[in-house]
């Protein structure tokens, strides 16, 4: 007699995971570590100041006048919060039937649009956008770091980078790319060090990323000999002028270099993360998760950036 086999029945249940496997990254580092503050208008406003520069010559002669020093006096500097949106539309059906991974496809498509708008906002900040205050139609952008570094900067040919100016902040001009080097490196350190500048932290792309990990000087590489473990990677490079962490960034562009100083930095928000419940207008519920915010740059002299680099 014949034998039955799984292939010729149509009654052998399915066999299918539990679990939506998702891989993703989720990581948002700048955004996590620098302060937050508030936006009270759609052009956030802030100062910054410098100090005379020292004058090795300043003597004065006994019984002499007093002689009025040069004073100087702060800079008005500004940015436009950019409104950040994910709408989630979820029909009434797909709430109602058996789903493989949740049980509650509407919350989790909410949860999801949350991680996906910190990275949106992540993207924006360490990106090179030139601020923008909108209009009828145009949506207001805030200024990322990439465009706010403007003069501790090592740039190709043809590079350039403006800055603030006239109360807006252009978006920096690429240049021809080379390849990354240490002394290039080591040049931005001591451009930021000698305007006033810490930069402890450096973000970077893949690729630059592995680039850094071969440069020789102010880095050790070493082999644990309990496991026999070679560690290749520089995660801190350390420089005539302090420690610098190199964090490897998934969202920036890949032919920059960010180096910066976090207490320099803020995202001053005018709507924190809400939640907003849309018109039922079918069968379906929608919500809108937004945020509104800008980048505060509260000094770029403190900050280098090395544009138009490549690994090799």
């Known amino acids: 007699m014949a034998t039955l086999v799984t292939n010729t029945q149509v009654h052998v249940a399915e066999d299918i995971g539990s679990v939506i496997n998702n891989i993703t990254p989720e990581e948002t580092p700048v955004y996590s570590m620098i302060a937050k503050t508030k936006a009270t208008n759609t052009r956030h406003e802030f100062f910054t100041e410098t100090l005379n520069a020292p004058n090795a010559s300043n003597a004065a002669a006994e019984g002499a006048d ?4 040069a004073l100087t006096s702060p800079v008005r500097l500004g940015n436009y919060t950019q409104i950040s949106t994910k709408v989630i539309n979820v029909s009434g059906t797909l709430q109602a039937v058996k789903t493989v991974g949740s049980n509650n496809e509407f919350g989790r498509q909410v949860g999801k649009a949350g991680v996906e708008l910190r990275k949106d906002i992540e993207a924006a900040i360490v990106g090179n956008s030139a601020s923008n205050a909108g209009g009828a139609g145009v949506a207001r952008r ?3 770091m990439e465009s706010w570094i403007a003069t501790n900067v090592s740039a190709g040919t043809g590079g350039a980078t403006p800055g603030f ?28 060090w000698t305007n006033g500048g810490d930069v402890k932290k ?23 000999s309990k496991d026999q473990q070679l560690t290749a990677g520089v995660d801190v490079y350390v420089s005539d002028f302090g420690r610098h962490e190199i964090i490897p960034h998934r969202y920036m562009r890949t032919s920059t270099v960010i180096l ?8 001053a928000v005018a709507r924190n993360f809400t939640t907003e419940k849309l018109a039922k207008t079918s069968d379906a ?27 090799s």
């Open 260 to 267: 910066f100083d976090p207490s320099l930095w803020a995202v």
């Open 285 to 311: 519920d929608r919500v809108a998760l937004l945020a509104e915010w800008t980048l505060e740059s509260k000094n770029e002299l403190g900050n280098a950036k090395i544009a138009d680099v490549k690994a």
């Open 66 to 69: 007093f002689v009025d020093s």
């Open 202 to 224: 450096v973000i970077v792309g893949p690729a630059l990323k592995q680039a850094i990990s071969g440069f020789t000087g102010g880095a050790t590489k070493y082999t644990l």
């Open 165 to 192: 100016t006239g109360g807006t902040v252009a978006a920096p001009t690429d240049g021809t790319q080379r390849v990354l080097d240490e002394a290039t490196f080591k040049g931005v350190i001591q451009k930021a």
């Open 142 to 144: 805030s200024a990322g």
